[in-house]
């Protein structure tokens, strides 16, 4: 060999040897970034961790701040609402009733006609939209939307001259003064219009209804919860709670006046008061909350606020994943070039979320379709894919079984979770030996809950690790579709003037 033969020779082996040294270095580099992304999963994982220890902490948490709540106004981060609502349907109703649900992503009016017998003859719902520029404009613009929402629907009943009692329900806290009125204490869930916080919001509907040329009048204002708790009663006495888990949550239940003390002297014909929790803003030291928690929160116009809601509810858990997944996308380069998009705040909605974890194709390709369609990051490899769905699962199944601690931490106060002994049968429904549990049935409604089943299935898990196999057997967990309106129309119904239809709770 010449010595330009020779020269060649060398030439190409060391650009091999570059080549070659530059594609381990890549590789070990990439590795390292894979490996920084798992470690953040794992860290994330870590952070969000609900052992029954923890879960049980937060239970007993809830069961202090509900007394505290109870005790005075202002003494817990609970606020325990009074409702005003100290009787619910018993089934005898009968008639045509109205109503309006407004709380979160979806607003709904409701015709609902019942007959003896906790029969349901006929409802129809109509649902649509709430548009985004009235979640934060005036609150003249929001309630002639909702009351032109109603007057066409009534326009297309040929109920037209009947006497109409409706039930508006409103899922944000309100300061209830009677069973049909009551001022707003803040928005939450997005809304923001700063003049309707301290004003009577049936009032507010009542004058747009006015203003509309409508003879209809609000004749019970109700919280969500209250609304499905009334359903759930309506089909089964022993329903002594309900919990929303949708938009947002919350929930509400049965209490007996003698232990609201900071109503001292507060008297009701049945002994017992609705108390609207507005649990979505409880707040224990025990919630596992990791930087990312810290983050949603400080994007929300509610800072500092409705803690256990953004660990919980619907408006939050994709926006929880789309952050991590953000930060694994800066810190390593699993999403490739394509991740820009992850920088788009609430990007991820909690159904895709939902959808991702729910993907049980071998090659993930619902989670392929997604990642492309939704969040432009084409072409993620499978092993991407399934980071992506496992930090879907850990959102979920923290959400699922904080909700399902703070169930437990209402049936606890009620005596009803099987800790102090079982309790004794001196439950309306009566006729079992002592000793024997107490079947319990809490009403349950929301988008949340109701379309993502894995997240269904985590909570019942979780109960059942707290209450354990036989107390959990005795408490029954019920949906009541479209229960918040339908159980505001049916409480319409109890609280109309034509209708002495009351059982006391
Ligand atoms: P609201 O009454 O507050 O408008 P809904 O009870 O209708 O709320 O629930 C809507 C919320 O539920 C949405 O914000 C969405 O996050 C969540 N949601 C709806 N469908 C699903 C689903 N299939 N999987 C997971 N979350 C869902
Ligand atoms: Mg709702």
Redesign the pocket.
């Known amino acids: 060999m010449g010595r330009v033969g020779l020269g060649v020779a060398v030439g190409c082996a060391a650009v091999t040897c570059a080549i070659a040294a530059a594609l381990v270095a890549r590789r070990a580099s990439a590795r390292a970034r894979w490996r920084r992304a798992v470690a953040l999963l794992r860290e994330f994982e870590e952070g969000c961790a609900t052992p029954p220890a923890r879960l049980r902490q937060v239970v007993d948490a809830m069961v202090v701040e509900m007394h505290a709540g109870l005790a005075s106004d202002g003494g817990s981060k609970l606020k325990m609402l009074l409702t005003f609502v100290d009787a619910l349907p018993n089934g005898n109703e009968e008639g045509i009733y109205y109503s309006i649900?407004l709380?979160?992503?979806?607003f709904r009016v409701l015709r609902v006609e019942v007959g003896a017998g906790s029969v349901i003859i006929n409802q129809k719902v109509e649902h649509q939209p709430i548009p985004e520029e009235l979640t934060k404009g005036t609150t003249e613009d929001l309630f002639n939307f909702v009351a032109l929402a109603l007057k066409s629907f009534l326009e297309r009943e040929d109920d037209q001259d009947l006497k109409r009692a409706l039930g508006f329900t409103f899922?944000f806290p309100v300061r209830q003064n009677s069973v049909s009125s009551g001022s707003l204490i803040r928005w939450t869930?997005g809304f923001s219009i700063e003049d309707t916080v301290g004003k009577d919001v049936a009032q507010c509907l009542n004058d747009a209804l006015a203003r509309c040329g409508l003879n209809v009048r609000v004749t019970a204002l109700v919280n969500?919860t209250v609304g499905t708790l009334a359903l759930g009663h309506y089909y089964d006495e022993d329903t002594v709670a309900a919990v929303?888990i949708?938009?947002?949550t919350n929930a509400c239940y049965i209490e007996r006046t003698d232990a609201i003390i900071k109503c001292q002297g507060l008297l009701t014909n049945s002994g017992g008061m609705v108390i609207n929790m507005e649990w979505g803003n409880f707040w224990s030291s025990h919630l596992p909350r990791t930087l990312y928690d810290i983050s949603l929160d400080e994007e929300t116009q509610n800072r500092n606020d409705q803690g256990f809601e953004k660990m919980i509810s619907?408006?939050y858990l994709?926006e929880i994943a789309r952050l991590v997944l953000h930060r694994m996308a800066q810190e390593s380069d699993v999403f490739g070039d394509a991740a820009d998009s992850l920088s788009s705040p609430f990007i991820l909605?909690?159904?895709f979320?939902?959808a991702i974890r729910e993907d049980d194709s071998p090659d993930l390709s619902e989670v392929r379709r997604i990642l492309q369609e939704h969040l432009k990051i084409p072409d993620a490899p499978l092993k991407t894919r399934r980071l992506v769905v496992k930090v879907c699962d850990i959102v979920t199944r923290r959400a699922a079984r904080l909700a399902a601690a703070g169930i437990v931490g209402i049936l606890k106060k009620l005596g009803r979770d099987g800790s102090g002994g079982v309790a004794s049968s001196s439950s309306s429904s009566g006729g079992r030996a002592r000793g024997q549990l107490r079947r319990t049935v809490v009403a349950i409604?929301?988008?949340?809950y109701q379309?993502?089943s894995v997240?269904r299935e985590y909570l019942d898990e979780a109960l059942v690790e707290i209450l354990g196999e036989e107390v959990a057997r005795s408490v029954t967990l019920r949906v009541t579709e479209d229960g918040?309106g339908i159980g505001a129309a049916l409480l319409a119904a109890v609280h109309s003037s034509n209708s002495q239809q009351q059982v006391p709770i």
């Open positions: 649900d709380g979160g992503t979806n899922s869930k969500d929303i949708g938009s947002g619907g408006m994709g909605s909690t159904p979320l939902a409604e929301g988008g949340l379309g993502y997240f918040s």
